[in-house]
């Protein structure tokens, strides 16, 4: 009784976290007419908590070093006092846009491209930018795809095959392409020659730190909550290519990896059996 309530709790946190319900959000129900099939790798990937919520920082902060990404962010969004909201949304969309109903995937898409075709702006350089720039925008898929994918990989699927990761790539390029991304990489390969020719365009500033700081340390209320954070921001870290850490100014964990991966893989395995038997009622 006292290990199924605690199991109760921790579904209801999770949800909680990742569902806005003061407007109304649920959690994005799985459809068999969804954008991407069941049994898609896809699926499989997305599908996981934990790495979804290390990919998901580690992919912020590979963004953020991206100038015109990073002043995106910083004009047009309240992530200074919202970061939970802006995590929480991105992870709403890539649940509709991987499980839900085809008509609400597209929907989101939708929604994403008007807000995008609504901010624009000027680099502190001069530079002007815009959201929707399709060059941008292969940037920000390419980086988030490949954090949430090496998150899986390191505490989901360690012998994950060389051709699963391409599927994975082939399968997400048609939202990105929906959403204006070009160049769309479909393969590993392409996404790692992609993100080296991106790599001269990528700085680390002032700026991007303090969004880092912002990213790495949000609210938390309670001990429990404040711990999860700092696990999976120390394995989000450690996930970065050693120079983008080295952009950030970010040093590998303190703990050292293995206790990280330690504490990383604990996590994991506690949510997937919360949610084990969630899904077998």
Known sequence: MVIESFRRRLVGQVRD???DRTHGEAPVQPSDNALLPRGSVAWRVHGDV??????GISGLLLEMLH??????????????????GRLRRTARFI???TYAERGEAEAAITRVNRIHA????????GTPYRADDPHLLAWIHVAGAISFLDAWIRYGEPAMTRRDQDAYFAEVADVARRLGADPVPETRAAAERLITEFRAELCGTD????VARIILNPPASGLRA??????????AIDLLPRWARHM???????????AVDAATFGMASTLRWAFAAEHQR
């Open 17 to 19: 976290l990742f569902n």
């Open 50 to 55: 934990t790495t979804m919520m290390v990919g």
């Open 67 to 84: 100038p015109a990404a990073l002043a995106g962010v910083w004009d047009h969004s309240n992530f200074r006092k919202d970061m939970l």
């Open 95 to 97: 649940a509709q846009t």
């Open 118 to 125: 609504n901010v624009a702006g000027t680099l502190p350089d």
């Open 207 to 210: 700026r991007s730190r303090q």
């Open 226 to 235: 404040m711990y999860a954070q700092k696990v999976m921001g120390q394995a």
């Open 248 to 258: 950030h100014g970010l040093n590998s964990p303190i703990l050292g990896r293995p």
